[in-house]
């Protein structure tokens, strides 16, 4: 989509997950994956984490109930160039992390944060 020669959408910037709370989330994301943060706002109860590519997640808690559905749920899906070892990794910290799955093009596995919001680790067969 462009206008006057402009491209109107230009990527993805973040991908926002719903936490019961910040501080927790904050602290499970930071310490159990290794990510780091880029900005936080306290007033809001948010924060952006860096995901080591140009699209970020944006933590931000919410008041509401989750209800969260893994066949249903949107969620990020983190490369990897080893989906068996990170899912070792994950395990030895602790992570709910399901078993790997295989097909002609990806390994990939789910894994879940403290609220059980669904993540998933992929590694493309090259």
Known sequence: M??????LLQGIDTVIIRVSNIQISKEWYLAKLGLA????DPNMKLIVIDTNSSV???LWQTDQKLVINRHTAS????????AYALRQELLSRGIQAEE???D????YFF???PDGN????????E
């Open 111 to 113: 894994f879940y944060d």
């Open 37 to 40: 943060s880029i900005f936080e």
């Open 75 to 82: 969620y990020p899906i983190f490369r990897t160039p080893d």
């Open 56 to 58: 970020s997640l944006t």
């Open 104 to 107: 002609d093009y990806v390994q």
């Open 2 to 7: 462009e206008t006057a020669g402009i491209k």
């Open 118 to 125: 669904v993540l998933e680790a992929c590694q493309v067969h």
């Open 100 to 102: 790997v799955i295989q």
